[in-house]
C-alpha cells in the first residue's frame, strides 16, 4: 500500500513539472471574399454620312442615313457622288478607332457624317468631345462656324434627340445612346479650292463620382453622386425601383450603395397621375453639372435588368429641394424607377 502511495505521488510530481493545457470546444465561420472594379467604355455601334449626287444640268440630290457598322457611305454606283462625308472604324493601317472622311466638298451642301455612340460602361461617365486641327483654313472654317461638331441624345436605333452642348460633357449611364456628329460646309471663296487638310480629336469618357485629386478632371470636394429611391433591386448593381400599391408613399433617396441623401415621396393618384416629390437633405443639392437630374419610368410588371436611366420616359432639372413632377405627367403605374444626380453642398 506505501509504494502505491509513493507511485501516485511521483506521477502527480512528474505532470506538474508539464505546461498546463486546457482543452475546450471550438467553432469556426470561414469566409472569403472578391473584389472587382468598374469600368468606363464606350463602343460605336452605326454610322452614317452624306452623299451630293449631280441629277441634272444644275440639280444636287443629297441623300443621308444610317449605315451599317463600318461600312462606307452607300454602295457606289454610276454615276458616282460628286461629294461626300462618310463615318467608318479605322484599321489596322489607321492610327483612330473612327475615320471621318469629307471628300470633295464644294459650297451649297453641307456635309454631315455621323456615329452613334454606346456607353456600355457599369459606372456612370462624363462624355465629351473634343477637335482641334492645325491647319489654318481648316481652322477658320471651325472659327467661323462653318465646320462643327454636333452632340445629340439618342436611342439605340440612332433616333436623333435634344441638340446637347457641345462644350459641356454629356453624363451617361451603362445602356445610354449619343449622336457625335462632325458637318462642314465650303463657303463661296476661291482660295479654298482644291485643299487637303486633317483634323483629330477624341469622344471622352471620364468616371463621374467624387475624386480626392483633380487628375481625372473632377473637381476635389464637389463630387457627383448617382441616388436611386429606395426599394427593390434592378439586379445585382445599386439601381432599384419601388413598388407602389396607390396610397401616399415616402422612401429614402440613396446615394451609391448606403448613403441617406433624402426622400422621395409619392402621391395618392389623381386623375390617373401620381406626383412625385425629391426631398434632399441638408448638405445635398441636385447636380447641375449636366442639364437633366432627375429620371423617372414607370411600369406595369416588375423591371429586371439593368436599367438604362438616359432613356427613362420622364427627364427634368431640378434646382432646387424640394422638388415635384408636374401633376399631370407621370402615370398611375404599379412599380416605379427614380433616379436622382446629386451632389454634395
Given amino acids: ?6 507511485l501516485t505521488m511521483a506521477l ?3 505532470l506538474g513539472s508539464l505546461g498546463i493545457a486546457y482543452a475546450a470546444w471550438t467553432d469556426e465561420i470561414t469566409i472569403e471574399g472578391s473584389v472587382t472594379t468598374g469600368s468606363v467604355e ?9 452623299e451630293a449626287w449631280k441629277v441634272d444640268e444644275h440639280g444636287i440630290e443629297v441623300l443621308t442615313g444610317w449605315l451599317p457598322l463600318g461600312d462606307p457611305v452607300g454602295v457606289p454606283v454610276l454615276p458616282e457622288p460628286i461629294g461626300w462625308a462618310a463615318a467608318r472604324t479605322g484599321d489596322d493601317d489607321d492610327e483612330a478607332d473612327v475615320i471621318f472622311e469629307f471628300d470633295h466638298l464644294f459650297p451649297g451642301v453641307e456635309f454631315c457624317a455621323d456615329i452613334l455612340v454606346h456607353y456600355i460602361g457599369s459606372v456612370p461617365a462624363y462624355v465629351s468631345v ?5 491647319e489654318p483654313w481648316l481652322m477658320d472654317l471651325w472659327e467661323s462656324g462653318y465646320a462643327v461638331v454636333n452632340f445629340y441624345r439618342s436611342d439605340a436605333d440612332g433616333e436623333r434627340g435634344d441638340a446637347l452642348d457641345v462644350d459641356e460633357p454629356l453624363q451617361m449611364h451603362y445602356c445610354d445612346y449619343v449622336i457625335v456628329e462632325i458637318c462642314v460646309e465650303i463657303p463661296q471663296d476661291n482660295d479654298l479650292q482644291g485643299l487637303t487638310g486633317s483634323f483629330s480629336g477624341s469622344i471622352n469618357a471620364i468616371q463621374w463620382s467624387e475624386c480626392d485629386d483633380d487628375e481625372n478632371g473632377v473637381e476635389p470636394g464637389n463630387g457627383h453622386e448617382s441616388a436611386w429611391a429606395e426599394g427593390e433591386s434592378y439586379n445585382a448593381d445599386i439601381a432599384m425601383y419601388v413598388t407602389y400599391g396607390g396610397e401616399p408613399l415616402t422612401v429614402s433617396l440613396i446615394a451609391g450603395t448606403d448613403t441617406h441623401v433624402g426622400w422621395v415621396h409619392f ?4 386623375d390617373g397621375f401620381v406626383t412625385i416629390t425629391v426631398t434632399l437633405l441638408d448638405g445635398w443639392l441636385f447636380s447641375t453639372y449636366n442639364g437633366e437630374n432627375v429620371y423617372i419610368q414607370d411600369y ?3 423591371p429586371s435588368g439593368t436599367p438604362a436611366s438616359g432613356l427613362f420616359a420622364y427627364k427634368y432639372t431640378a434646382m432646387s ?3 415635384a413632377s408636374p401633376s399631370d405627367e407621370i402615370p398611375e403605374n404599379n412599380y416605379y424607377g427614380v433616379h436622382v444626380n446629386v451632389m454634395e453642398a
Fill in 42 to 50: 464606350l463602343e460605336v455601334v452605326a454610322y452614317s454620312g452624306t
Fill in 130 to 134: 473634343d477637335v482641334d486641327t492645325e
Fill in 12 to 14: 502527480v510530481l512528474a
Fill in 1 to 6: 500500500m506505501r509504494k502505491i502511495g509513493l
Fill in 300 to 302: 406595369q410588371e416588375a
Fill in 267 to 270: 402621391s395618392a393618384p389623381s
Fill in 321 to 323: 429641394s424640394p422638388w
